[in-house]
């Protein structure tokens, strides 16, 4: 269909009878008095965007088969793999790349997708793309797996970058990279994984949202307030009060999308939210979005897979995408007359979604199964189905999709609109401010200064934290604050209670005094690392996430990860401790029990900084797992329990072991007066038998103790704290990366 035929279609569609309109009939709450502000026309014309294709540690070049030859898509799909994601990590799906085999800069390898040779590593994953989307509309992007949907609503949002050969308009104002930052608040993204604290209600979730982003000089009332009509408005009311853990997939896009509502955004912009549902909720979720559009004049991006007919008939514009290329945008309706005069015309009957995506997914090993296959009478209607897409000479339906659409023409048509409405504004006196006069020749447009006026958060610092705090309390009250968790601290502080039972304070016991304190710190400091690794892998999608949209500050949210999971880390070895300490007898003075519980929680700390830091700066958990087994076993050897004397090169290791400090105060405090002798011989002044005793000064000098228990005590709380700030510095050095 010609682009300059899309208007009128969209006119003529919005008149028509389709059935499918009936999508349009829900209703939404009405929003008498709402402080809901209307959509922006987004507009942009000739986007592109080429990526780098990383090559993996194995020398395999990682790649797409999108966009790439027949041959080259028959290799890559023959060598794609099972790639399971990263335990713990959140999908990512440029994880899931087709794996392209062979030695590339050899040039021996299957040629990279949309590039010109095999020693080529670049990409082009969008080529030209233009369109555009209005307020109070619907735009649906489809287009088969990998043909650029995300990448579209990635550039569209802000979230990535494009070439810089196009342009993106804002109301017809360009926006430019320091604009699209300040966009960024104004566009709801809704990312097609659901990512949240599982042990949150769905209140909680829209309570710390709306507490985080909405004006700090909004009453917690009317927060409060607002969290309830996106319930009802999302009619989440029946999940309300239950944990996200537990609500269903559709209940989470709902959740997802009342997250991104709160802030009352112009643009909302949606990846594949209807992905897992079954077809009613996909509809009721559709009606939700085009409520949004028509009541509240939201402009509205979705991409879509395989809607059914009822929801690809609603739309109000539609943009198919094949390889990175735009190969049809106006209505739905009009993209059948499309095909059908490229000689394409869907079955009668046959959904129309399905028939493009038919048009539109090429897979080359496929197609060349059934080259072979030509001659088998078994073949069936789902062969045939697929044999379809394939026209005559050889080319692909898609192919041919792809040169009939005329791109230029189209972005051309899209340029103009835009030059056409901002002469309008130009000439309109008042509108900008007074006088017209052409607002970008002035520099700043009226629409700029409104954004760039905003400041980049909308709470302060302190709000923040302080509502981060309380968040992530709850969340690790949940996490950590199990009955398996008081289970494991009571049974291990039992068990070690009952085998260290009661030991006399005498010669034959100074050993059996260290080792407890030894397996003490060993364990929970293990447990501390460990545990503490987890966070930021685990937590990194949603930090992302969140700052992208600009809720917050990093440092605002380490700081309160820090003290919200202080309390609830210290209580399970504290617990440890009281029981095991008491039934072992290790001193019966209790300020030396409080003393040693203390240096045992500031080993905590102190490896709990460790695995903070390691976790930040090795996000992925595979890898990560791997650094933080060699780190922890590799401090607590050099911690001079096992080999008194390290290799002179390796002493430094010994000093940034938060065992060895930890170890050392402790033991320093247990043996407080001399050890009576008691025939065992172990210490040099008890040679004589079970007369005398040896001073602490030799005690500790059997045992390699050093420095004072206050030194080793302060040594490790440098640690954790030069190590906590490490990884706060980490983490800040990741977010660039991570966001994309
Ligand atoms: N950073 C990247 N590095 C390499 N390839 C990339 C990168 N980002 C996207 N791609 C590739 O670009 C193509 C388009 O990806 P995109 O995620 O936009 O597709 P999509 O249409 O959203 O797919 P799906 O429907 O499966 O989500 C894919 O082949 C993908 O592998």
Redesign the pocket.
């Known amino acids: 269909m010609p682009p300059e035929s899309i208007r009128a279609d969209v006119d003529a569609d919005a008149t028509g009878s389709d059935p499918s309109r009936r999508l349009h009939a829900g209703t939404v709450s009405g929003r008498p008095g709402s402080r809901t502000s209307g959509g922006m026309h987004l507009r942009w014309a000739r986007i592109t965007k080429t990526?780098?294709?990383?090559e993996s540690s194995a020398g395999l070049l990682?790649?797409?088969?999108?966009?790439g030859t027949e041959a080259a898509a028959a290799a890559a799909a023959a060598a794609r793999g099972p790639s399971p994601p990263s335990p713990g990590t959140t999908p990512d799906?440029?994880d899931?790349?087709?794996v392209i085999v062979g030695d590339v800069e050899g040039g021996g390898g299957v040629v990279a997708?949309g590039t010109a040779g095999p020693a080529n590593r670049t990409?082009t994953?969008?080529d030209g793309v233009s369109g555009s989307a209005r307020p109070g509309e619907v735009l649906a992007l489809m287009?088969?797996?990998?043909?650029?949907?995300?990448?579209?609503?990635?550039v569209l949002s802000g979230r990535s970058s494009h070439d810089g050969s196009g342009t993106i308009t804002l109301d017809s104002e360009v926006v430019t990279d320091r604009l699209m930052k300040k966009m960024k608040k104004r566009v709801a993204y809704v990312k097609?994984d659901d990512i949240f604290f599982g042990h949150l209600t769905v209140r909680d979730q829209l309570t710390y949202t709306a507490l985080l982003r909405l004006p700090s000089d909004w009453q917690r009332t009317r927060k409060v307030a607002e969290v309830d009509r996106t319930i009802r408005r999302l009619r989440l009311g029946k999940c309300a009060d239950t944990t996200i853990n537990m609500i269903s997939g559709g209940e989470k896009k709902r959740v997802n999308i009342g997250s991104e509502l709160l802030t009352d955004p112009a643009i909302i912009l949606l990846?594949?939210p209807t992905s897992g549902l079954d077809s009613t909720s996909a509809v009721a979720l559709m009606r939700i979005l085009y409520d949004l559009a028509r009541d509240e004049g939201k402009t509205i991006i979705t991409?879509i897979?395989q809607p059914s007919s009822a929801v690809f008939f609603a739309f109000d514009r539609l943009m198919l995408?094949a390889d990175?290329h735009v190969v049809y945008f106006g209505t739905p309706r009009g993209s059948l007359e499309h095909v059908k005069g490229l000689g394409l015309e869907c079955p009668e009957g046959y959904n129309a979604a399905d028939h493009h995506m038919d048009l539109l997914v090429v897979d080359g090993a496929i197609d060349d199964d059934y080259e072979e296959d030509d001659d088998d009478d078994d073949d069936d209607g789902g062969k045939r189905a697929l044999r379809r897409r394939t026209t005559g000479g050889g080319t692909t339906t898609k192919r041919k999709l792809i040169d009939s659409w005329d791109a230029e023409a189209f972005a051309g048509r899209i340029e103009d609109e835009d030059v056409a409405e901002r002469a309008k504004c130009d000439a309109s006196p008042g509108d900008d401010g007074g006088g017209g006069g052409g607002m970008l020749r002035r520099g700043l447009s009226r629409r700029q200064s409104v954004v760039f006026s905003e400041k980049s958060f909308n709470t302060t610092w302190w709000t923040q934290y302080t509502v981060l705090v309380h968040r992530s309390m709850k969340n690790s009250r949940s996490a950590i604050f199990t009955m398996l968790n008081f289970v494991k601290a009571g049974a291990i502080g039992f068990m070690c209670g009952l085998l260290w039972f009661q030991m006399p304070y005498t010669e034959s016991t100074v050993f059996d005094r260290s080792s407890y304190y030894f397996f003490t710190m060993t364990f929970w400091v293990f447990d501390a690392m460990f545990t503490a690794y987890m966070t930021f892998p685990l937590e990194r999608a949603i930090i992302f996430k969140e700052r992208s949209s600009g809720a917050y500050h990093l440092s605002a949210y380490f700081m309160a990860k820090t003290t919200s999971e202080a309390p609830a880390r210290l209580t399970l070895p504290s617990i440890y401790m009281l029981i095991s300490y008491w039934m072992g007898g290790l001193n019966n003075n209790f300020g030396i029990f409080l003393a040693s519980t203390l240096c045992s929680l500031l080993s905590v700390l102190a490896g709990e900084s460790i695995g903070l830091f390691l976790g930040a700066a090795v996000l992925d958990m595979e890898k990560g797992m791997v650094v933080m087994t060699v780190a922890s076993l590799g401090l607590m050897v050099v911690g001079g329990f096992f080999v008194r004397t390290l290799p002179s090169w390796m002493v430094w290791l010994g000093y940034i072991s938060p065992f060895k400090y930890s170890y050392n105060s402790s033991v320093q405090l247990v043996f407080d007066r001399p050890v009576p002798c008691d025939g065992s011989k172990l210490l040099s002044s008890c040679q004589g038998g079970a007369v005398g005793s040896a001073s602490v000064a030799e005690v500790l000098d059997f045992l390699g103790v050093q420095y004072s228990a206050g030194l080793n005590a302060a040594l490790l709380f440098v640690m954790f704290v030069v190590i906590r700030v490490m990884a706060f510095f980490a983490l800040k050095r990741k977010k660039a990366d991570e966001r994309?």
Request: proline residues 5%; glycine residues 16%.
């Open positions: 990526v780098e294709i990383r990682r790649g797409s088969i999108a966009g799906k440029k899931d790349d087709v997708p990409k994953i969008l287009g088969p797996s990998g043909s650029g949907k995300t990448s579209v609503l990635d097609q990846d594949e991409s897979h995408l990175g994309m």
